[in-house]
Every structure is written in structure tokens, then in C-alpha cells.
């Protein structure tokens, strides 16, 4: 983020400052509420890898905020900030709220970003747990690497299930945080690039320098959860909008999971699923 952002309700201690100058190196940015549940194993996936991992909480009603003290008194490479504000929900209409407030999603994400303090960001899910692929990853964006896309397998309801769609939708979660700016989409927040010539110059420039990774190189948990915590992003009339109701099929269309890990993945995989079936 190359700007500053004052917010519409004026509350000076939460405007987001211009990142102008910022050292070379990896910062995990992992945005969470209500994620208790795997927080401690999705952050251990990943902690070796990253020079900081930057945990921005919103208000939770389990021990998410706990998890998170106990991550940062762990690891030295690992902080958290409180956000004390809760995000409007995705969905249609979306492009038309005040990106400036700090109920909007885009601008939490943003928000988050400002906390970041190095050049490279990943956006990083606390429903996810990193591969042993995702080392080849990291080595791309140690090498300079600007924009990656990158695929994750979608485990369903106990583990041994996969959504019928294998692998998750494709976006950008690792990007140069001084040329990217979250800005409001059709449904939800996007990474838009920051580009003196305009936005239409900036997306050319992204999709040149985008490299695509076939192989998964993590786990995603989202649909193993609850459906209240997997779906409490969207609006609450979620089960009449096309959109939603298109991505929480793939719960409905599940297929045996036959992509088999090593004992220590493996055990992960049924301890998460034990946890959150409780």
C-alpha cells in the first residue's frame, strides 16, 4: 500500500498509514474470528517459513484471541493484533459499500496489511495447513517471484471425503504489498494492484507476472467446519443467493478422497476432523 486511508467514522487510532518503505523478506498475513479450532496447527504448518506471521482478530465468541497469545509466546516471528470491529457480510452489493469504513471487509483487509511489515505478503487462512510442496513455493517468492496462484486440496465433513471440484479456486494470496491494495468486488473484497498509468495498466502488469503452481501445496478444512463457521463471511440469507448456494454445493458432491500423506499429515488430518466434529 503505497496511501493512507482515513477511516469514515474518524476513529484516528485504527486509519491505516502509507507503507512506503518496507524491508525485504515474508510476512503471513492470517485474518481470523472464531478459529480456535486449528489455529494452533494452521500457524505451525507455516511458521518456519515466514520472517513474521501477522494474526489480525476480530471479535470471537470461542478462544481464538487465547490461541493466538499463545502462538506469539511460542514463536518470536509470531504477533496478533485485535480488530475491535465486526465485517459487513459478502455478498451482493457488495462493490457499493463504503470501502473507507471500518465495518468493510476491504478495509480490515487492509487494515491487516498495514501490519504487515515486509514486501512480500501470503494471505494465509487459518483453515489451512501448509504441504511439504509449500517449501517450493516459498523458495519462488524468496527468488522475486511477484504474483503466484496457487491450488489446495478441499477436504470435506470427516476427512476422507474431497469436495467434487478437487482442488480450491484459484486467486492470488502471495503479492507485493507495496504495489496492492484490497478494493471492493461484485461479492467480496479483491487484490487490486497499485499502478501510477491506472487500474486497466495494473492488471495487465499482474497477469504478466502471475506464475501458476499445478501442484496443491496445502490442505483446506473450510468445509469440514461447522456451516455456521463456514459460511459466517456471508450474508445470512446465503441460502437464496446463487452465488452461495453454487459454493456450498460442492459439500453436497463429494467424492473419496484417494491423494494419501505421510503419517504426520495424516494424523493431523484425523485430529483437526475429531475436533471439529465434536
Known amino acids: 500500500m503505497t496511501r493512507a486511508i482515513t477511516n469514515t467514522e474518524g476513529i484516528a487510532e485504527f486509519n491505516i498509514p502509507a507503507s512506503l518503505n518496507r524491508p ?40 481464538t484471541l487465547y490461541e493466538a497469545q499463545q502462538l506469539s509466546l511460542l514463536f518470536d516471528n509470531v504477533v496478533y493484533f485485535e480488530y475491535p470491529f465486526l465485517s459487513l457480510p459478502n455478498g451482493s452489493g457488495y462493490r457499493y459499500q463504503d470501502d473507507n469504513s471500518v465495518f468493510s471487509r476491504t478495509y480490515f483487509y487492509n487494515w491487516c496489511l498495514s501490519k504487515c511489515k515486509y514486501q512480500t505478503v501470503t494471505k494465509w487462512d ?39 471440484k478437487k482442488y480450491t479456486g484459484s486467486e492470488i494470496r502471495h503479492f507485493n504489498a507495496l504495489k496492492s491494495t484490497f478494493i471492493n468486488g461484485d461479492m467480496c473484497e479483491v487484490l487490486g494492484v497499485d499502478s501510477p498509468i491506472g487500474s486497466i495498466f495494473g492488471k495487465i502488469l499482474r497477469k504478466q507476472q502471475t506464475r501458476f503452481l499445478n501442484e496443491p501445496t496445502y490442505l483446506h478444512f473450510k468445509w469440514c467446519k461447522p456451516l455456521y463457521l463456514s459460511t459466517q463471511a456471508w450474508p445470512k440469507d446465503w441460502k437464496d443467493n446463487e452465488h452461495f448456494q453454487h459454493l456450498v454445493k460442492r459439500t453436497n458432491n463429494l467424492i473419496e478422497r484417494t491423494a494419501r500423506f505421510d503419517s504426520d499429515i495424516e494424523n493431523t488430518i484425523s485430529q483437526i476432523c475429531q475436533r471439529m466434529a465434536r
Open 126 to 164: 487459518a483453515d489451512m495447513i501448509a504441504l511439504p510442496s509449500y517449501a517450493g513455493l516459498i523458495d519462488m517468492l524468496r527468488s522475486g517471484t511477484q504474483f503466484i496462484i496457487e491450488y489446495g486440496i478441499d477436504l470435506a465433513i470427516d476427512g476422507q471425503y474431497m469436495t467434487q
Open 24 to 63: 525485504n523478506g515474508l510476512s503471513a498475513m492470517v485474518r481470523v474470528r472464531n478459529e480456535e479450532l486449528m489455529l494452533k496447527e494452521s500457524i505451525e504448518s507455516i511458521q518456519g517459513y515466514y520472517d513474521e506471521i501477522v494474526i489480525c482478530i476480530q471479535p470471537s465468541e470461542d478462544n
